[in-house]
């Protein structure tokens, strides 16, 4: 069978705990998987404004997660649960649990989370807002739970049209203290063939 990355170095930057599988797919290929995460994705400090948020969901008509990480770093903060009871205001029913794309709504159902709305193109934030369900949103509250520093379009163009927009920041990007002299040899030798650069 041929495999076409025999034999090239495919330097892989994504955090440890989510390279594994690109790995093994590059080495299915014949490739060489040169791990280096050049950012390591840790939980906020927050454990008790996260639990005190999650808590009190009803008040929410939207709650939108932003990435598969900000649907687990949100659930390993609040002891592996996140439930909405119902509110006493029926006009909170109209809204509900919201991802920005399908991998983050892949990781809500793994979490039994319901997925109400989720854009079937184009995983992003532009997408999401294009949606009809997010158009009329005045006097909504929605929560967005995400990273540390992430975009703000989300937010900004909700409020522009109405809502009333909170963050709850659940992980916060690192830089890992690795060793990276194997990595600057390599780059000497002139042996790594692709580096892969998966966000910003």
């Known amino acids: 069978m041929n495999k076409i990355l025999t034999g090239k170095h495919i330097l892989v930057t994504r955090p440890e705990h989510q390279a594994e599988h690109l790995c093994q797919l590059i080495e299915q290929q014949g490739g060489i998987a ?26 929410y008509h939207w709650v939108i997660f932003i990435s598969a990480n900000a649907v687990n770093f949100a659930l390993k903060a609040n002891s592996g649960k996140i439930a909405r009871t119902k509110s006493p205001d029926p006009l909170l029913h109209s809204g509900g649990f919201a991802a920005v794309g399908q991998s983050t709504a892949t990781a809500m159902k793994m979490a039994d989370l319901p997925v109400d709305l989720v854009p079937e193109q184009n995983c992003n934030s532009e997408a999401l807002l294009e949606m009809p369900e997010l158009q009329q ?4 509250n929605i929560l967005i739970v995400r990273g540390e520093g992430g975009r703000e379009q989300l937010a900004t163009t909700l409020r522009d049209r109405g809502a009333e927009v909170n963050y709850l920041e659940v992980y916060k990007r690192t830089v890992p203290q690795i060793n990276s002299s194997s990595i600057v040899n390599l780059l000497a030798q002139k042996k790594i063939d692709v580096i892969t650069v998966t966000s910003a």
Do not use: H, M, Y
């Open 137 to 140: 949103v005045q006097g909504q």
């Open 34 to 59: 040169v791990r280096f995460p050049t950012l390591n994705i840790v939980g906020c400090d927050n454990s008790g404004q996260i639990k005190s948020a999650l808590a009190n969901l009803e008040k």
